[in-house]
């Protein structure tokens, strides 16, 4: 079992940033990649990006290539997501997830483990 822990949501206003963190404890070496997706209310869950803990390659979703950075520290089993010039449509909650593909999947079915999920409001 992995576990995962977001932080780092909170209320911006449009164009501002905020740092997402996700920390992972468990059986983390079953874990070679880690994503971002997040759901706004009446909508789906959605891709934002996702990196291999084996290479490092990023992917990221259309709608936040250039804004958004995801990093990873493998040592410390975190995982970040810069988010910068944040829109209202940003608004979600956002969830961390793990898998064990070696490469950064943007589909949801490809990761068995999420976090509970952090509020991100962005204000116009």
């Known amino acids: 079992q992995v576990q995962l822990v977001e932080s780092g949501g909170g209320l911006v206003q449009a164009g501002g940033s905020l740092r997402l963190s996700c920390a992972a404890s468990?059986?983390?070496?079953?874990?070679?990649?880690m994503g971002w997706f997040r759901q706004a209310p009446g909508r789906g869950r959605e891709f934002v990006s996702a990196i291999s803990r084996v290479g490092g390659s990023t992917n990221y979703g259309d709608l936040v290539k250039g804004r958004f950075t995801i990093s990873s520290d493998n040592a410390a089993n975190t995982v970040y997501l810069q988010m910068n010039s944040l829109k209202p449509e940003d608004t979600a909650v956002y969830y961390c997830?793990?898998?064990?593909?070696?490469?950064?999947?943007?589909?949801?079915?490809?990761?068995?483990?999420w976090g509970q999920g952090t509020q991100v409001t962005v204000s116009s």
């Open positions: 468990g059986r983390t070496n079953s874990m070679y990649s």
């Open positions: 997830a793990a898998g064990d593909s070696t490469w950064p999947t943007p589909m949801h079915y490809d990761y068995a483990y």
